[in-house]
C-alpha cells in the first residue's frame, strides 16, 4: 500500500489530466497578468500574476492526490522462480560441426 502511494503517485490518464491543469493555468494567469499589468502599466503585477499562477498550478498538480490516481495499471503476475530453470532445460542442445 505505501509502495503504490509514494512510487507510483499517478497513472497515465493522471499524468494527462495534471498536464492540461498545469497548463491551463499558467496559460489563464498569463493572459490576465499581461492584461491587468498593460492596464495599469506595471510589469511587476504581471510577473506576480503568473508566479501566483504557478504556485497555484504546483500545489493542484505535484502533490499525488486521489484524482490522479483513477486509472491503475493493471500489472502481469509474478512468475516463479522456477520457470527460467524450466525453459534452459526444454532448449535442445546445440550441435557443432565436426571438422
Known amino acids: 500500500q505505501l509502495t503504490k502511494k509514494y512510487l507510483f503517485p499517478q497513472d497515465y490518464k493522471g ?33 506576480y500574476i503568473v508566479m501566483a499562477g504557478f504556485a497555484l498550478s504546483c500545489l493542484l498538480t505535484l502533490p499525488p492526490w486521489p484524482m490522479y490516481r ?3 495499471l493493471k500489472w502481469l503476475p509474478v512468475q516463479e522462480s522456477g520457470t527460467e530453470e524450466k525453459k534452459q532445460a526444454d532448449r535442445k542442445p546445440k550441435r557443432h560441426a565436426n571438422k
Open 15 to 47: 499524468q494527462k489530466l495534471a498536464e492540461q491543469i498545469f497548463q491551463g493555468i499558467i496559460l489563464v494567469s498569463a493572459i490576465i497578468g499581461f492584461i491587468y499589468g498593460y492596464i495599469i502599466e506595471e510589469f511587476a503585477c504581471t510577473v
Open 70 to 72: 483513477r486509472n491503475p
